[in-house]
T-cell receptor
């Protein structure tokens, strides 16, 4: 039973480019959460999605960031026109349908903006 | 704002010692708490959890204590091993189903042999 998978593991972008981060939840999990971790800090919640629905995006920056979890395929976190301040580790977690308490984390994508 | 925080950013212990990592939380409405271990370059890994109706919960070599009076959470690791070296985070979920984890800043545990 594979765990949460994220790719790419490392992503380098120049300022102004787009970054697309992918997350495949654990088998049987229909809830996905995205978190951002800045160096030397804890994880900060960004967005919570179920299949085809955004449930809570209270932690998402208002501009340039978007997320989706289509009926088929992985969840995508998209950052448009990246800036150096977007450099961070982005973690995806998934949980079963009955709640957020059993969140399992992926290995993360480390985004570096040059 | 309401958040979970840790008392000490770093903790250094000798192999075989017991380690205690502390966390203070401010949201009295939170009813579920989790400790995570994060090794360098990896995602957080679940260690142990506790609900607000409990004071103590034990796992393998780990114990979590919850003091709701002072809103304090601690993780005790018995006979600490070099493999325990990592960053430890406490996290909470407010009293609401399907919501996100609120993480503290973390304590870096270094175990020397």
């Amino acid at each position: 039973n594979a765990g949460v998978m994220q790719n790419p593991r490392h992503l380098v972008r120049r300022r102004g480019q787009e970054a697309r981060l992918r997350c495949s939840p654990m088998k049987g999990h229909s809830h996905v959460y995205w978190y951002r971790q800045l160096p030397e800090e804890g994880l900060k919640f960004m967005v919570y999605l179920q299949k085809e629905n955004i449930i809570d995006e209270s932690g998402m920056p208002k501009e340039r960031f978007s997320a989706e979890f289509p009926k088929e395929g992985p969840s995508i976190l998209r950052i448009q026109q990246v800036v150096r301040g977007d450099s961070a580790a982005y973690f995806c977690a998934s949980s079963p349908p009955w709640g957020a308490e059993e969140q399992f984390f992926g290995p993360g994508t480390r985004l570096t903006v040059l | 704002g309401e958040s979970v925080g840790l008392h000490l950013p770093t903790l250094s212990v000798q192999e075989g010692d017991n380690s205690i990592i502390n966390c203070a939380y401010s949201n009295s409405a939170s009813d579920y708490f989790i400790w995570y271990k994060q090794e360098s370059g990896k995602g957080p890994q679940f260690i142990i959890d506790i609900r607000s109706n409990m004071d103590k919960r034990q796992g393998q070599r780990v114990t979590v204590l919850l003091n709701k009076t002072v809103k304090h959470l601690s993780l005790q690791i018995a006979a600490t091993q070099p493999g325990d070296s990592a960053v430890y985070f406490c996290a909470e979920i407010p009293n609401q189903a399907g919501t996100a984890l609120i993480f503290g800043k973390g304590t870096t545990l270094s175990v020397s042999s």
